[in-house]
């Protein structure tokens, strides 16, 4: 599978932003599909996780409550709702995409990437 993430831009702090993630190569709902990201410096950090199936979802808890994972099978798609968007929220961020429900937070455990894009938020 191919995964493609768009939609990042430089925004104003409290603003909102969707990011998304749109696949080829094969069916996205038969993937776990995890958002991360990496600001200059330093690691690449779990963000947001959606389960096979959309049984789940899962959010670091620095973004629980302010951002939200959805998927639209339909567009091959898995979206990341962004609002009340903060500076620290300013990083690369990555889709990825992986077979199994296991460790979703974890990034080594996805066998499929997309190129980043930058959401830069200023204060």
């Known amino acids: 599978v191919q995964l493609q993430a768009s939609g990042g831009g430089l925004m104003q702090a409290g603003n909102s932003l969707r990011l998304s993630c749109v696949a080829s190569?094969?069916?996205?709902?038969?993937?776990?599909v995890g958002w991360f990201r990496q600001a200059p410096g330093k690691e690449r950090d779990f963000v947001a996780a959606?389960?096979?199936?959309?049984?789940?979802?899962y959010y670091a808890d620095s973004v629980k409550g302010r951002f939200t994972i959805s998927r639209d099978n339909a567009k091959n798609t898995v979206y990341l709702q962004m609002n009340s968007l903060k500076p620290e929220d300013t990083a690369v961020y990555y889709c990825?995409?992986?077979?199994?429900?296991?460790?979703?937070?974890?990034?080594?455990?996805?066998?499929?990437w997309g190129q980043g894009t930058q959401v830069t938020v200023s204060s």
């Open positions: 959606v389960r096979r199936s959309s049984m789940g979802k």
């Open positions: 990825a995409a992986r077979l199994t429900n296991e460790n979703l937070e974890r990034p080594n455990g996805y066998n499929y």
């Open positions: 190569g094969s069916t996205l709902s038969g993937y776990a």
